[in-house]
């Protein structure tokens, strides 16, 4: 028998239900993917925000509740991953211990990640 050279893990597929409105469609142009690695400190609640763009993100460590404007929570630990709501005003609220995160986003060039709702 030969040794696992490859192994895939499904991480998200998100539903209707779930933390994205699927009813945005990609941004129209050329594409451009953005990777960014954030560190949260902890205790720390986030700005308000939302995200004109499809992005999904992988939670390295810590934990992390995402809040939308409805009041509507939803909490991720370390080895998961989320759907960020796009177009929809949400702020992240983290925990005892600093978060880590991987976050994709999925727009063109020129277009803001995020833009304060404050």
Wanted: aromatic share 6%.
């Amino acid at each position: 028998m030969l040794p696992l050279r490859f192994k895939s893990k499904l991480l998200s597929r998100p539903l209707p239900h779930g933390t994205v409105r699927l009813t945005k469609s990609y941004p129209v142009g050329q594409p451009q993917i953005t990777i960014l690695k954030y560190t949260i400190a902890p205790h720390t609640t986030m700005k308000w925000h939302s995200h004109p763009m499809p992005n999904a993100g992988y939670i390295l460590s810590g934990e992390l509740t995402i809040e939308k404007k409805d009041g509507t929570k939803k909490h991720f630990v370390a080895g998961q991953a989320l759907t960020e709501t796009v177009d929809s005003i949400h702020h992240g609220i983290t925990g005892a211990e600093p978060v880590v995160l991987i976050v994709f986003y999925s727009g063109t060039p020129g277009l803001p990640i995020s833009t304060s709702k404050q």
